[in-house]
Each structure stands twice: as structure tokens, then as C-alpha cells.
T-cell receptor, first 114, second 116 residues
Framework: KNQVEQSPQSLIILEGKNCTLQ??????????LRWYKQDTGRGPVSLTI?????NTKSNGRYTATLDADTKQSSLHITASQLSDSASYIC?????????????FGRGTQLTVWP | EADIYQTPRYLVIGTGKKITLECSQT?????MYWYQQDPGMELHLIHY???????EKGDLSSESTVSRIRTEHFPLTLESARPSHTSQYLC???????????????FGPGTRLLVL
């Protein structure tokens, strides 16, 4: 069964600290993996996208890694800011159809305290 | 900031009422999608469209219907709302021309629906 599991479910850190969010998936065949940021009451916004051949991708203070062999990805946030408080969603796409079906994780709810 | 809009942002309505959730995008994207998301849960695809006059049901069974008469407009309709329809509804679009694996979906802000 194709699944995307994220951990931790929620995380609280102090402003300025670093953190790492995890994503494990069983989706096969694999096309790409995206990390989205979803602010409360808003739609998700894409942070990074990685294909099979890419093992790291950065977007400012966000760095995503991908290990396609172990089917694991992580999102590292450096020097956290209050505005980083949001849900971070891991999304994996398969190559099983022209739609490129997406499998969504439940997200990690990050809270950054001052 | 993606140019995709949803109205209303919040809706409280009684059981049995007919409702239409609006979604519009100004990016000229061919593909559009509707997702349902409950708090703390993953997004579930309920409808999608490849273009004008094309609509398909998604993975999650839904009593809603959609139409795609214009490229930029993808409304979702519930003929008779029930409390079980209470949820957040997210509309998204993507550019067919990009194609996988780089195709990215752009999401609207969502509509929070409460059916009493």
C-alpha cells in the first residue's frame, strides 16, 4: 500500500534553533517528492521538489534531503523564525498514471516560540 | 503568491442546503483539482479536471459534483449539505505543459465549511 508517514506529528522549538522533520514513504514507482508549507487557514505552498536522482535541494533556510534507496526524506530548517510556524507536508508522486498521482502525508505541525 | 482564488473563505450553513464553492485561477493552467482536508489529516483528492469539459472523480468518494466550462473556473457543488461534509476544501491548479516530474500544484487559500 502506497503511504507517506511523517514524524514527529508536532514539534515546538525556540526561535533561532534548527530542526529536522522526517518523511518515510512506500510509494512505488517513485517520480518525485515535494515538501509543502501550509500556514493555518491557507493552502499549501511548495518549498522544494526532488526527483530520484537528486539527494538534496535548498530553498533559503530550508534544505531537503532524499534517500531513494531507503525511501526517506528530511526537511531541515535553519535558524528558525516565528513565521516558520506552520504545518509541513511531505508529498510523493508516482509514475503510475499521466496524472502523476500524489500521496500526501499528514504533516508535521511546527510551532516556533520567541 | 499563486493566482488562485477561492470563495467563500468560510461558510456556515444548515443541513439540506445547496452550496457552491468557487475556485478561479488566472494562470491559464489546464489541470485543476479539489481536495478535502480535515484537521491534522492528509489531503484527499475528490475531483480533478484536465481541461474544459473534462472532470473526473478522485480517490475519496464525495457526494459533490464539479464542472469545467471555462479554463479558469472550477466550481464544486453540494446539492444537499450534511454535517458529514464539514471540512476544509482546497482547490489547486497545475500547468499541463510542465509535465512530471517538475509539475507543481498551486493551492488556493481554502474554504472552511461547517454544516449544522
Amino acid at each position: 500500500k502506497n503511504q507517506v508517514e511523517q514524524s514527529p506529528q508536532s514539534l515546538i522549538i525556540l526561535e533561532g534553533k534548527n530542526c529536522t522533520l522526517q518523511c518515510n514513504y512506500t510509494v512505488s514507482p517513485f517520480s518525485n517528492l515535494r515538501w509543502y508549507k501550509q500556514d493555518t487557514g491557507r493552502g499549501p505552498v511548495s518549498l522544494t521538489i526532488m526527483t530520484f536522482s537528486e539527494n538534496t535541494k535548498s530553498n533559503g533556510r530550508y534544505t531537503a534531503t532524499l534517500d531513494a534507496d531507503t525511501k526517506q526524506s528530511s526537511l531541515h530548517i535553519t535558524a528558525s523564525q516565528l513565521s516558520d510556524s506552520a504545518s509541513y507536508i511531505c508529498v510523493v508522486s508516482d509514475r503510475g498514471s499521466t496524472l502523476g498521482r500524489l500521496y500526501f502525508g499528514r504533516g508535521t505541525q511546527l510551532t516556533v516560540w520567541p | 503568491e499563486a493566482d488562485i482564488y477561492q470563495t467563500p473563505r468560510y461558510l456556515v450553513i444548515g443541513t439540506g442546503k445547496k452550496i457552491t464553492l468557487e475556485c478561479s485561477q488566472t494562470m491559464g493552467h489546464d489541470k485543476m483539482y479539489w481536495y478535502q482536508q480535515d484537521p491534522g489529516m492528509e489531503l484527499h483528492l475528490i475531483h480533478y479536471s484536465y481541461g474544459v469539459n473534462s472532470t473526473e472523480k478522485g480517490d475519496l468518494s464525495s457526494e459533490s459534483t464539479v464542472s469545467r466550462i471555462r479554463t479558469e473556473h472550477f466550481p464544486l457543488t453540494l446539492e444537499s449539505a450534511r454535517p458529514s461534509h464539514t471540512s476544509q476544501y482546497l482547490c489547486a491548479s497545475s500547468d499541463h505543459g510542465q509535465g512530471p516530474p517538475q509539475e507543481t500544484q498551486y493551492f488556493g487559500p481554502g474554504t472552511r465549511l461547517l454544516v449544522l
